[in-house]
């Protein structure tokens, strides 16, 4: 494939890097500096590419998304914050027949966790001796808090146990990928369920994983639906 890179950050670089390795070409780089409200995002630009992927800032990615899906391009995007503007974006992209996936997150085992959470939740429900709550850690350059991890995280355990709420406190500190831990907290006993990424190249190997099963469909997809089917 002939790849397209929105955004120049690390997880662009790792995807990058990756897919070069796998026998891809990375086509075109669009940075920041040359791309306010997604103007470099032109036919002529990505003219012979096969996939986009959209690794930015929450304030731009709408704007990304929507002159992708007019061009009729194959984004895979991870960059969280922009779904109010979901149904906008996903009207255009069936409109102009492209695709798109979208996760706040592409490790497998996330997903995996997420679904664990949500099964544990379920047991904690009416148990009223039990405090439950999530606490995320991540690198100190990472832009938002709660992340978007935490915040499908939270959905899940509501979907889980609907009576609580599960807070979230978010630190940012030092060099970390992500931590996300589920606390059940008693009087005389603690309950943790617990994902760490070690690497950034997880992450890097999902979003790859999910650029190459986009390929021939067309549609709005997330990576849940990729590894699981249909929506849980």
């Not at 617990?194 to 469909?217: P, Y």
């Amino acid at each position: 494939m002939r790849l397209a890179f929105v955004g120049n950050g690390k997880m662009s670089r790792a995807i990058a890097q990756l897919a070069v390795e796998r026998g891809h070409t990375a086509a075109t780089v669009i940075e920041a500096a040359e791309n306010r409200r997604g103007e470099a995002l032109t036919a002529e630009r990505l003219r012979g590419v096969d996939l986009v992927f959209e690794f930015t800032r929450p304030d731009a990615a709408a704007e990304n998304l929507l002159r992708l899906a007019r061009l009729g391009q194959r984004v895979v995007s991870g960059t969280t914050g922009w779904l109010d503007r979901l149904p906008e974006v996903s009207r255009m992209v069936m409109e102009h027949g492209g695709a798109l996936l979208f996760s706040p997150n592409f490790s497998p085992g996330v997903h995996l966790f997420l679904r664990a959470a949500r099964d544990l939740a379920r047991r904690f429900e009416g148990r009223s001796d039990f405090d439950g709550f999530v606490v995320e850690s991540h690198h100190a350059a990472k832009r938002d808090a709660p992340s978007g991890t935490a915040v499908a995280l939270q959905r899940e355990l509501r979907r889980g146990a609907p009576s609580r709420e599960f807070p979230v406190t978010s630190i940012r500190g030092g060099y970390p990928p992500g931590t996300h831990t589920v606390v059940f907290d008693a009087p005389f006993e603690t309950i943790r369920l617990e994902h760490e990424a070690r690497s950034r190249q997880v992450f890097a190997a999902g979003a790859l994983q999910a650029g190459e099963w986009l390929q021939g469909r067309t549609g709005v997809f997330t990576f849940e639906q990729m590894l699981f089917g249909e929506e849980p």
